[in-house]
C-alpha cells in the first residue's frame, strides 16, 4: 500500500514528539490518522509489518509511551492507537477545521522541525500564512484569497480516518492503564 501522506501525517504526527527518522516516516509508516473507524479522537500510526530488529525496539519504545492506547496487526501491517496527547487537544481541533496558522507558535515550529523544514518552506508557507503561497494560489486559481483565508484545504475526514473493517486484524497489546 503505497500512499501518498496525508494531512495528518503532516500536522498531527508530530504531537507524539521526535523527529520524522524515529517515526520511520520515510521508509515504513503508511500514514498516520485521527481516528479508525472504531476508535474516535484519538492518533493512528499504520505501518508495514516489519521484523526487523530496528522495528520491534521501536515497537517496545512505543508500547511504553504514556499516550499509547492499543495496537493492532495483520499480516501486513501494525497499528499503533494513541490517546491525543495532553496539551495538544485544541491543536487538535484545529486541525479537524482546518485552521493550520491558528496552532500555537510553539506547535508551529515544532512540526517545522519534525520535517526538517523552515518558515520559508511549503508547511512553513501553510502555517504561516505566507504572502508568497497566497499570491502563487491565487494566480494558479485565478481567484482572489482573503488575508483570512487558510492557504491549505481542509483535511477530507475519508483519507484522515484508517477503516480496520476493511482489513483482517488482531487486537495486538492494550495499555493496560
Keep these: 500500500m503505497v500512499l501518498k501522506k496525508n494531512k495528518s501525517s503532516k500536522f498531527i504526527l508530530p504531537m507524539l514528539g521526535g523527529m520524522r527518522r524515529l517515526f520511520f516516516y520515510d521508509t515504513l509508516l503508511v500514514n498516520c490518522y485521527v481516528g479508525t473507524d472504531i476508535d474516535k479522537d484519538c492518533i493512528v500510526l499504520v505501518y508495514t509489518y516489519s521484523n526487523s530488529l530496528l522495528f520491534n525496539k521501536f515497537e517496545k519504545a512505543v508500547l511504553r ?12 501491517y501494525v497499528i499503533f492507537i494513541f490517546n491525543i496527547p495532553t ?15 491558528k496552532f500555537l507558535l510553539d506547535y508551529k515550529l515544532q512540526i ?12 512553513g508557507q501553510i502555517l504561516f500564512k505566507s504572502e508568497k503561497r497566497r499570491t502563487l494560489m491565487e494566480k494558479t486559481l485565478d481567484a482572489n484569497i482573503s488575508e483570512d ?7 477530507e475526514m475519508k483519507d484522515e480516518i484508517f477503516n480496520l473493517k476493511s482489513i483482517n486484524y488482531e487486537q495486538h497489546f492494550e495499555n493496560p492503564a
Excluded: V
Aim: net charge negative.
Design 65 to 76: 509511551l504514556k499516550s499509547f492506547l492499543k495496537a493492532y496487526e495483520t499480516n501486513e
Design 87 to 101: 496539551g495538544y487537544k485544541e491543536e487538535y481541533k484545529k486541525f479537524i477545521n482546518g485552521k493550520y496558522s
Design 112 to 123: 517545522l522541525e519534525f520535517h526538517d523544514q523552515e518558515i520559508e518552506d511549503t508547511l
Design 149 to 155: 483565508s487558510e492557504l491549505y484545504s481542509i483535511p
